[in-house]
């Protein structure tokens, strides 16, 4: 389950930056999720308050943005960006059936510190 790596990564990463910049706990965290994917909104929440526990980012609201995600289409191989999950079809050849998007599947992009 590569989804607690990444969100540990997160909680490091805030942490680090909360540390840097002298703040004793972080208030909210901004992750910008790729539609598609297998990381959501719900995974990444029950992961944090998981991993969080005794850190500075414990307790911290979660805030979610979408990115687009690049797929690639299966019946005539037009790369194409997805912005919401399973909601776009080919510009090309109007088929459903894409890969699933490339990129990152989630990125810290805010942490707010008190």
């Not at 909360?18 to 992750?31: C, P, V």
């Not at 690639?72 to 997805?82: K, P, Q, V």
Request: hydrophobic share 40%.
């Amino acid at each position: 389950m590569h989804e607690v790596g990444l969100v540990q990564q997160a909680i490091d990463s805030a942490v680090r930056a909360a540390k840097d910049a002298g703040a004793g706990s972080i208030e909210q965290l901004t992750f910008a999720i790729t539609p598609g994917g297998h990381v959501t909104p719900e995974v990444v929440e029950t992961l944090f308050a998981a991993l969080s526990a005794g850190t500075p980012a414990a307790g911290a609201a979660l805030a979610f943005e979408q990115q687009p995600g690049t797929v690639r289409c299966w019946s005539c191989g037009e790369t194409f960006e997805l912005s919401e999950a399973g909601s776009e079809a080919c510009p090309s050849c109007g088929s459903e059936s894409h890969d699933h998007p490339q990129g990152p599947e989630l990125v810290l992009r805010y942490v707010d510190v008190a």
